[in-house]
């Protein structure tokens, strides 16, 4: 009789991250290739219909419509297609290959699911062997009951089904491999959902380790800042379950799921600010963005500055309303030309803008990404608001916004007791204030080391062959520091990409694939792109590191995102421009006299898997095995409920709350 052995190799974490970089990589290539040959054929298919048309088309153009009309078979003839029949088959086609792929998906993960002891998997869905299969239960091969498995194939299917339309088979298969890797840094379950370990990763490793020493230090030069100390304390409990979770379970099947509470900082945390970036791009492209070109103004600002606008929130405000008032004039003089207006003051434009703090290096260089109208709105003969698109401006113009820009900030500065050249002693508040969060902003602004081998020193950086780079061309320029980038622009009708624009504007400062350890001990970020002299990463001290996120954190009252123009909350024609959200449902009249309850507020973000919906396809309210819906279990946050639940035990039960001393209660004993 043959004996079957089970070995399981367990992967270090560094060369498992690897690995998952260099496949997506390799499926990011892949997805581009196939998109550029697709556009390639779908070309040469229409130059070979104008070179070759087909006989219909010629005799078409010969007899003419109504002729050819004439000519087309009666719907009541048998030589009429059925199109109704032809739909529904395939669509039934269509249907198939997904539950097909769903089949193969599961396979895959039933698989590894049994080779990397996930039990509960397999003991919730593998039985018995088939009949024809000559295997044993645990031992391999799907499910018995092949109903029940050609169901859950169909529930996988419509999980991943918007990752295979992307990537393809290979990419969706992978994907499923993937989900029983006991050295992977996330647990996914089958349905497409990972739950986060950020005890795992990397970042959350350096933070967790140095941050004592870090705050130990900053103590003996004055301490740091309330709100700096509570980023890092608030991200050391984002996504672990010790410290608060939700617990669900499906209400057909019984499978629980139980997902940690976040910390919901807008400072450098990957997750929250990734979900605050959904969040933001979603409401902006449903309900403030009307359907007009958009075009993305970028505005780099002199590295003498950048100290300072870090934490002078109304200098920060200032150079921007300066920015935005040289872009107004450009659009509205560009627009008095085009249109033959009679005054530039009936050219109305809009405009919101996005406050970076970090570059790819993680200096504290605070920038503009602003998504303008591209065009002005000008009321007509019957006071109606109509958009006239302006189209792409040209280099000289944006020159003239750059150097409108210059002009001004001499005077900004002036009124608010600075110099371009530099900080003056006497007007730097942060530094007599908080001397440690001063240096931070310093040492990230001059990127210098401030806690490393060599403090004062320049950073040290990963260099490689400069890569060849045309001379910039197009709408670009740069006067006197002051850098204005207009190149990206989304047409109306493509929402899909104006939402991914807005995704990169929102962007976190940090990403955490982009950070690796080095072998000395220091931490390696990796640029997206190689800057012009080739430089491609940085090198920075643990303790260096966590300085520079103490410069990325913003102070409070410091907004991130500014409306301005026909967008701004306070303007006439916002109720005209702005398409809003989607009406609620009425609220429901009250039975009982003197019952005016106001209906509950509309809330400020979307949930949590409304946006895994959106963004990921992914639906958590649903239950990856069966189908059936999710219910709220319980909501853990002291150590004894959180416990119970990680042990597999009910939470202990609560008394009910007291009534309020104003709460009306009612006499039952005279009843």
Request: charged share 25%.
């Amino acid at each position: 009789m043959a004996t079957t052995e089970r070995v399981t190799v367990t992967l270090p974490a560094d060369l498992v991250e690897n690995i998952d970089r260099l496949e997506r990589n390799r499926s990011r290539f892949i997805k581009d290739a196939v998109q550029h040959e697709v556009a390639r054929r779908r070309r040469e298919g229409l130059l070979r219909s104008l070179e070759q048309p087909r006989s219909e088309a010629v005799d078409l153009a010969d007899a003419g419509p109504d002729e050819w009309a004439e000519s087309l078979p009666c719907p009541s003839s048998p030589d009429a297609i059925d199109h109704r029949r032809a739909r529904h088959r395939r669509r039934t086609r269509i249907r198939t290959r997904r539950v097909e792929l769903g089949a193969r998906v599961l396979l895959v993960a039933l698989l590894r699911g049994r080779d990397t002891h996930q039990p509960s998997l397999l003991e919730a869905e593998a039985g018995s062997p088939h009949p024809n299969a000559g295997g044993a239960g645990l031992a391999g091969g799907p499910p018995a009951d092949w109903r029940r498995f050609r169901q859950l194939a169909a529930a996988t299917s419509r999980n991943c089904w918007a990752a295979t339309a992307a990537c393809g088979l290979r990419g969706a298969c992978a994907v499923s491999s993937q989900a029983g890797d006991a050295a992977c840094a996330t647990e996914r379950r089958l349905g497409g959902y990972e739950r986060r370990r950020p005890e795992q990763r990397l970042l959350y490793q350096l933070i967790e380790q140095h941050w004592p020493q870090f705050v130990e230090r900053a103590e003996e030069q004055g301490g740091l800042p309330s709100f700096v100390v509570r980023e890092f304390e608030e991200f050391l409990r984002c996504g672990i379950l010790e410290h608060g979770l939700i617990h669900l379970a499906c209400r057909h099947c019984g499978d629980e799921m139980v997902a940690a509470f976040s910390c919901k900082r807008r400072g450098f945390c990957p997750s929250c600010l990734g979900r605050r970036m959904a969040d933001m791009a979603s409401h902006l492209v449903d309900e403030v963005l009307p359907e007009v070109p958009i075009r993305q103004w970028v505005c780099s600002l002199p590295w003498r500055l950048r100290y300072a606008m870090g934490y002078d929130r109304r200098l920060c405000a200032d150079v921007l309303r300066l920015f935005i008032d040289a872009l107004r004039r450009s659009l509205r003089h560009r627009a008095k030309q085009q249109l033959g207006l009679r005054s530039v003051r009936d050219a109305q434009f809009g405009a919101l803008t996005f406050v970076q703090r970090a570059d790819s290096a993680l200096r504290l260089n605070p920038h503009f990404h602003i998504l303008c109208l591209d065009g002005v709105y000008v009321r007509d003969e019957h006071g109606v608001l109509q958009f006239h698109p302006l189209g792409e401006p040209t280099a000289e113009e944006v020159a003239q916004v750059a150097a409108w820009t210059h002009a001004g900030l001499l005077r900004v500065l002036a009124r608010h007791g600075r110099e371009l050249d530099g900080v003056d002693e006497h007007t730097d508040d942060l530094a007599a204030e908080q001397p440690v969060l001063a240096s931070c902003y310093g040492a990230s602004a001059g990127d210098v080391q401030v806690l490393g081998e060599a403090p004062g020193r320049k950073t040290d950086k990963l260099t490689g062959p400069t890569p060849i780079a045309p001379p910039p061309s197009g709408p670009v320029a740069e006067v006197g520091g002051v850098n204005v980038h207009a190149k990206v622009a989304i047409e109306a009708a493509d929402r899909p990409r104006l939402e991914q624009l807005c995704r990169y504007t929102a962007r976190p400062p940090l990403s955490g694939e982009r950070l690796e350890l080095h072998h000395d001990g220091r931490v390696r970020v990796v640029f997206k792109a190689p800057w012009k002299d080739g430089t491609h990463a940085v090198l920075l001290s643990p303790l260096d590191f966590i300085s520079r996120l103490c410069a990325l954190i913003p102070p409070p009252r410091f907004h991130m995102l500014r409306y301005h123009g026909v967008l701004a909350a306070g303007a006439n024609a916002r109720v005209e421009v702005v398409p809003g959200a989607e009406p609620d449902e009425p609220p429901q009249l009250s039975l009982l006299d003197g019952d005016h309850e106001s209906p509950p507020p509309r809330p400020s973000r979307h949930p949590w898997p409304w946006l895994l919906r959106r963004v990921f396809s992914v639906d958590v309210t649903v239950c990856a095995r069966c189908g059936g819906p999710m219910r709220l279990l319980s909501i853990a946050s002291e150590p004894g409920d959180i416990d119970a639940i990680l042990r597999g035990m009910p939470p202990r039960s609560r008394a009910p709350p007291r009534a309020h001393p104003d709460q009306l209660e009612l006499d039952l004993s005279a009843a």
